[in-house]
């Protein structure tokens, strides 16, 4: 989040709470208090991995992208961290989503003035 330019044209208030827990110096109260208190009382961190971030590390790991996501993984769990999850999923089913979309309106461009151009953007940061 460290890039992210606070446009605020991404979320709502409720949104914005939530954006607030995730910040490092948020990660690391959370990890030394589950450390310090028992188990069933744990604070469940989950960490998202977008698919741009592995070929960075494995290049600067001379890693393969496989081998980076699996030490990513293992490291942020003996941090503390619950669940790691790869957002690959998530990224092919919105672009899957925007062809759809634009071949509706492609179809429809005779049709209708404002069909094209479609505009499609995700988060400067």
Known sequence: LSDCL???NCM?????????Q???KE?????NLNKKCDTSKHKVLVVSICPQSLPY??????LSVNDAAKRLCGFLKSLG?????DTTIAADF???????????????RNQEEHALPMFASACPG
Request: glycine share 2%; hydrophobic share 40%.
């Open 12 to 20: 709502t208030s409720e949104e914005g709470a939530r954006v607030f």
């Open 94 to 108: 919105s672009i899957l989503e925007s062809q759809r979309e634009f071949v509706q309106r492609y179809q429809r």
């Open 27 to 31: 990660l690391f109260r959370i990890l």
């Open 81 to 85: 961290v619950h669940y790691v999850f």
């Open 22 to 24: 995730q910040n490092q």
């Open 6 to 8: 606070a446009c605020d």
């Open 57 to 62: 590390f494995a290049a600067k790991f001379n």
